[in-house]
């Protein structure tokens, strides 16, 4: 059977809210979540020398960058499409 794309939307959809439904949403997501907090750790000590306390606090900062980058392209974004709307 071969499903349009259409389909394939609502059938994911479906699939979706049946999994969340039946399981808590933090855990599915747990190890996502990890390596994506984890790669500021790795960025901020490649070679993994330093403290433990001094890598947390540089990823920290790197982490902070990073999402201050995504609001800064967003609020670009938004501009943007405002401005082509007059």
Do not use: C, W
């Amino acid at each position: 059977m071969s499903f349009s794309a259409t389909d394939r939307q609502l059938v994911g959809r479906l699939g979706a809210h049946s999994m969340h439904a039946r399981n808590d949403p933090r855990e599915i997501t747990s190890a996502a979540r990890a390596a994506f907090m984890d790669r500021f750790e790795r960025e901020a000590d490649p070679e993994g020398i330093l403290d433990p306390v001094e890598r947390a606090r540089r990823a920290g900062h790197l982490r902070k960058a990073y999402f201050a980058r995504m609001a800064l392209k967003s609020a670009q974004a938004r501009r943007r499409r405002r401005e082509s709307a007059k």
